[in-house]
């Protein structure tokens, strides 16, 4: 085996990670976006990133990226509170703002459409 083979699979992979990553962020935002609304919160776009990455088993035992993206709101424009959402793979496993407005809980969000 060459190493341009090699190299061209390890570039391959890291592609494919950061456009998994770009997907799974971009989920995140529009459930925290959504999360807030609900809440009659103000979310604030520009905060969302990513905290922890790990692996971890889904439902049927297979093994997928667990990522947790914090995120900050605000309940009155001059304050700002943290929130997580935790994805697994491309599935929202649950988000938490800040404990007295909506403790974390299960999403049964796949996809969203916005």
Known sequence: MSWEILLLGVFGGAGWYWYAGMQAREQAIAVGRRSCSDANLQFLDESVALSRTRFARNSSGQLQFQRDYRFEFSD???????????????????????????????????????
């Open 76 to 114: 009155t424009g001059n304050n700002r509170r943290p929130g997580v959402v935790r994805m697994l793979g491309d599935r929202v496993e649950w988000i938490s703002l800040d404990g007295e407005w909506q403790a974390g809980r299960a999403a049964s969000v796949t996809r969203l459409g916005d």
